[in-house]
């Protein structure tokens, strides 16, 4: 069974800062895109952001310029940086590798 792990989750002022990491196996991370989505409560899972094996970025227009993906293959490991969190960004936020496996989620909590 494939394993994603993230970590980097936690509870920061409206304003913030917060680096959410997800380690992937090799042989998966080396030949997938590798996507962020988020859950808050009540509402349906979204994409968050996504960057291809070559670099190339996309971002939902609610991150835009607060959020930046980024991807390490010397570690197998997906970043996303997260800067002026807002109240808004609370959720569980989630790594995907391809289409196919997910990771078990990590806390985002943004208060005012």
């Known amino acids: 069974q494939v394993q994603l792990v993230e970590s980097g989750g936690g509870s920061v002022q409206a304003g913030g800062s917060l680096k959410l990491s997800c380690l992937v196996p090799?042989?998966?991370?080396?030949?997938?895109?590798m996507m962020w989505y988020r859950q808050a409560p009540g509402k349906e899972r979204e994409w968050v952001s996504d960057i291809t094996t070559g670099g190339i970025t996309g971002y939902a227009a609610s991150v835009k310029d607060r959020f930046t993906i980024s991807r390490d293959k010397s570690q197998n490991t997906l970043y996303l940086q997260m800067n002026s969190l807002k109240t808004a960004d609370t959720a569980m936020y989630y790594c995907r590798a391809c289409q196919n496996y997910w990771g078990q989620g990590t806390q985002v909590t943004a208060s005012s």
């Open positions: 090799g042989n998966i991370f080396s030949r997938c895109q």
